[in-house]
């Protein structure tokens, strides 16, 4: 052994005994303490090294745990409906007649897209404007509005029968289909992120998960998915999925993630739930939501954040809590009905499970998709 890697053990040991006897780190058991002093000035020079060291170290490291930090009580960021008025920061939008409540996410270049219904049994995809105008694009008789990853296209599914349909492609700028894919079924389409087009196959009896990897090209694709329910939740910038299955008579959350054709579960939590779960999973998919259990689950460690709502109220789950980004979620919770107090607007740190009320009386609002 050098001199300089004698004097870096002494140093080390010389800090160990600053530590507590109690002390333990995780996964280890505590050691003897044991004393050495070396030299003030080696000792010195080499803790600005280990300083640095440390210091380059944590930069590298992408799991390092940041502390929260408190929830600010400021109107949310992601868009929402206050009656037939759109908030989405300093944009206020009145709602024209024609469109269906629920927006489907904001899009490149400016706007959102929406639901034409202007008559019974006609919909259509369509753009609405930031002056409150909007316009029809694909083709009529379509729903299923999902949003490309980039938010350039929307896919819908088209319906040709009775049971039969086709999925198109359709270039929200022009307004045109940019490809046509006929199915011998009706698929229900749930999201598009860096995996492909996820859809569901709604059987009689059972739904079937199924996965599109280039969208417009190809075919879908079948996907083993025990006990699925037909609950899904794509965020467009990962690979990561959540969805709901069923095992017996508990309700799961599972995230997943598509390999090699099959689809392979990251993380799952399970309870003795109601008969459907509404899945939610935040933008980096590093998090999934269970609003009735009003918990939030890490996919990578497994650690479960209790949010700090009032124990009698119900989270809504439908519409879903949407966050504004990989750590804040916004969301609605109501009181029992004997309280006779509308439903408030929470926003929620999921690190920390910190909440705070950014709207006393919700009644009239609705969370849109960012």
């Given at each position: 052994?050098?001199d300089?890697?004698?004097?870096?053990?002494?140093?080390?040991?010389?800090?160990?005994t600053?530590?507590?006897?109690t002390?333990?780190?995780?996964?280890?058991?505590?050691?003897?303490?044991?004393?050495?002093?070396?030299?003030?000035?080696?000792?010195?020079?080499i803790?600005?090294?280990?300083?640095?060291?440390?210091?380059?170290?944590?930069?590298?490291?992408?799991?390092?745990?940041?502390?929260?930090?408190?929830?600010?009580?400021?109107?949310?960021?992601?868009?929402?409906?206050?009656?037939?008025?759109?908030?989405?920061?300093?944009?206020?939008?009145?709602?024209?007649?024609?469109?269906?409540?629920?927006?489907?996410?904001?899009?490149?270049?400016?706007?959102?897209?929406?639901?034409?219904?202007?008559?019974?049994?006609?919909?259509?995809?369509?753009?609405?404007?930031?002056d409150?105008?909007?316009?029809?694009?694909?083709?009529e008789?379509?729903?299923?509005?999902?949003?490309?990853?980039d938010?350039?296209?929307?896919?819908v599914?088209?319906?040709?029968?009775?049971?039969?349909?086709?999925?198109?492609?359709?270039?929200i700028?022009?307004?045109?289909?940019?490809?046509?894919?006929?199915?011998?079924?009706?698929?229900?389409?749930?999201?598009?992120?860096?995996?492909?087009?996820?859809?569901?196959?709604?059987?009689?009896?059972?739904?079937?998960?199924?996965?599109?990897?280039?969208?417009?090209?190809?075919?879908?694709e079948?996907?083993?998915?025990?006990?699925?329910?037909?609950?899904?939740?794509?965020?467009?910038?990962?690979d990561?999925?959540?969805?709901?299955?069923?095992?017996?008579?508990?309700?799961?959350?599972?995230?997943?993630?598509?390999?090699?054709?099959?689809?392979?579960?990251?993380?799952?939590?399970?309870?003795?739930?109601?008969?459907?779960v509404?899945?939610?999973?935040?933008?980096d998919?590093?998090?999934?939501?269970?609003s009735h259990?009003?918990?939030?689950?890490d996919?990578?460690?497994?650690?479960?954040?209790?949010?700090q709502?009032?124990a009698?109220?119900?989270?809504?789950?439908?519409?879903p809590?949407?966050?504004?980004?990989?750590?804040?979620?916004?969301?609605?919770?109501?009181?029992?009905?004997?309280?006779?107090?509308?439903p408030?607007?929470?926003?929620?740190?999921?690190?920390s499970?910190?909440?705070?009320?950014?709207?006393?009386?919700?009644?009239?609002?609705?969370?849109?998709?960012?």
């Amino acid at each position: 052994m050098t001199d300089t890697e004698t004097r870096l053990r002494d140093y080390l040991q010389a800090q160990a005994t600053t530590v507590p006897d109690t002390a333990q780190g995780p996964g280890f058991e505590p050691l003897a303490r044991r004393r050495h002093w070396p030299v003030l000035a080696a000792a010195a020079a080499i803790a600005v090294v280990l300083a640095v060291s440390v210091t380059f170290l944590t930069r590298l490291s992408g799991d390092t745990p940041q502390p929260a930090e408190p929830v600010p009580t400021g109107p949310p960021t992601i868009p929402y409906t206050d009656g037939t008025t759109l908030h989405d920061g300093g944009q206020r939008v009145r709602m024209p007649k024609g469109l269906d409540a629920f927006l489907f996410g904001r899009l490149d270049g400016g706007g959102w897209l929406a639901m034409s219904t202007p008559r019974p049994r006609q919909f259509q995809a369509a753009v609405l404007n930031p002056d409150g105008t909007f316009r029809a694009i694909g083709p009529e008789r379509s729903d299923g509005n999902t949003l490309s990853p980039d938010r350039k296209q929307v896919a819908v599914m088209h319906y040709l029968t009775g049971t039969r349909g086709e999925i198109v492609i359709v270039d929200i700028k022009t307004g045109k289909a940019v490809s046509r894919t006929p199915l011998s079924h009706q698929p229900t389409l749930l999201g598009w992120n860096r995996s492909g087009l996820w859809m569901a196959n709604e059987g009689v009896t059972t739904n079937e998960l199924m996965v599109w990897p280039q969208p417009g090209s190809g075919r879908p694709e079948h996907l083993d998915a025990p006990g699925f329910e037909g609950g899904l939740s794509a965020p467009a910038d990962t690979d990561t999925i959540a969805l709901t299955t069923r095992q017996g008579s508990d309700r799961c959350l599972k995230a997943g993630v598509l390999r090699d054709g099959a689809l392979k579960i990251l993380r799952q939590y399970c309870d003795a739930g109601p008969e459907s779960v509404y899945s939610v999973m935040s933008p980096d998919g590093r998090n999934i939501v269970n609003s009735h259990a009003k918990l939030v689950v890490d996919v990578r460690s497994g650690k479960i954040t209790k949010l700090q709502l009032p124990a009698a109220d119900e989270m809504t789950d439908f519409p879903p809590p949407q966050f504004e980004d990989a750590n804040r979620l916004i969301l609605l919770s109501t009181p029992p009905r004997n309280q006779h107090k509308p439903p408030a607007m929470y926003r929620c740190d999921v690190r920390s499970g910190e909440c705070a009320v950014i709207q006393q009386n919700a009644t009239e609002v609705t969370l849109q998709e960012p």
